[in-house]
């Protein structure tokens, strides 16, 4: 799938004339970037093109981008049909995480906006800057979003402005994420993460093929390898390394938060900023090959670095009784805004977003 217009230098182009298998396809460009948005399966952002290096960041299974009003599996009556159709790339979520029944709604992984289409309008075509605008209703939860998506002419930054309104007459208790996962053939030498939070705990229940100790909380990079020693969790090794799964927290960001994810032997990397009060943990997930069953088949290697409202929980019923979920007050709306950015050399974050 390639975009029909190749960007000059010093000018912005939005295209919608796109489609794959079935589904719309906008692209923004500029000399910097080519960013491909699948409007009708979640508004995902499916391509983040570096095109200097001619470099897509982010994770592409082939042969799992489906359409899901098309192409199904047998049993569609299931918890996790986000795994079933996960190709990689960088989803919205909403309202969860684990499944759960939440006030009589039956929930999957992930939620519903993430299947689903959105609808979309291109607010601004001009050579110097192109602006769409994604938006849409799940069926079972009374929410609407909204978020803007700008490219200017001669930037390196994708600038995300969200806005997600409560339409029901009660309060909501919500998770909100954006799962952001990174592949090959950026990771393959291996990368460096540097971010401004402070701590991380790794998760509990992962499965046994893991680096990190489960259970522990630690000041950020350190970490505890199963043997009890001290490991840079900063350091994420090449592919050729021993497969591994993992899946920790970072938090305690102040007064932004950040992350940068560069491959130093290419001299290209990733970073994603945002409002901390908003998105308080970065959920770090590392799949290196090491699943061997579903839904990877040894097939999915990957790094993902996810801003998230909560951390994981199968007892969600619990962290919302805990006041840990997001709640957004009935008829209420939150704002809140996120830059990334391909960069290389040195990553400058910005005070003020």
């Not at 960041?57 to 009003?69: H, I, V």
Request: charge should be neutral; aromatic fraction near 12%; hydrophobic fraction near 35%.
């Amino acid at each position: 799938m390639k975009s029909k217009k190749i960007a000059k230098p010093g000018i912005c182009t939005i295209n919608d004339d796109w489609s794959y298998k079935g589904m719309r396809v906008v692209w923004i460009e500029n000399k910097y970037l080519k960013i491909g948005i699948l409007v009708d399966r979640g508004s995902d952002i499916f391509e983040f093109n570096y095109k200097p290096h001619n470099l897509n960041f982010l994770l592409n299974l082939p042969g799992r981008l489906r359409n899901l009003s098309t192409d199904f599996s047998q049993m569609r009556n299931t918890p996790n049909q986000f795994e079933d159709h996960y190709y990689g790339g960088w989803q919205e979520i909403l309202p969860n995480s684990a499944p759960f029944n939440y006030r009589g709604a039956s929930l999957g992984q992930h939620g519903e906006i993430s299947m689903i289409p959105w609808k979309y309008s291109i607010l601004k075509n001009e050579p110097q800057e192109v602006c769409l605008k994604v938006w849409t209703c799940p069926v079972r939860i009374p929410v609407k979003i909204e978020k803007t998506l700008t490219l200017s002419a001669d930037s390196k930054t994708l600038c995300i402005d969200e806005r997600l309104t409560n339409l029901a007459s009660t309060d909501l208790e919500l998770m909100w994420g954006h799962h952001i996962a990174f592949g090959l053939p950026f990771l393959r030498e291996g990368v460096s993460i540097e971010t401004n939070a402070k701590k991380m705990r790794t998760e509990v229940q992962m499965p046994a093929h893991r680096r990190f100790k489960p259970g522990q909380t630690t000041p950020w990079p350190n970490a505890l390898r199963l043997d009890g020693e001290i490991d840079d969790a900063s350091r994420v090794p090449s592919q050729k390394v021993e497969p591994s799964s993992d899946l920790a927290y970072l938090y305690g960001f102040d007064p932004e938060a950040f992350y940068a994810i560069k491959n130093k032997r290419k001299n290209v990397g990733f970073a994603l900023q945002w409002d901390p009060e908003i998105f308080k943990y970065i959920w770090y997930w590392q799949e290196r090959n090491a699943t061997q069953g579903f839904p990877w088949w040894g097939n999915c290697y990957t790094v993902a670095l996810e801003p998230w409202s909560s951390a994981w929980t199968d007892k969600p019923e619990e962290a919302i009784a805990k006041k840990e979920w997001l709640r957004l007050p009935a008829k209420d709306t939150i704002e809140t805004k996120l830059l990334a950015t391909a960069y290389t050399d040195e990553y400058h974050w910005i005070n003020e977003i």
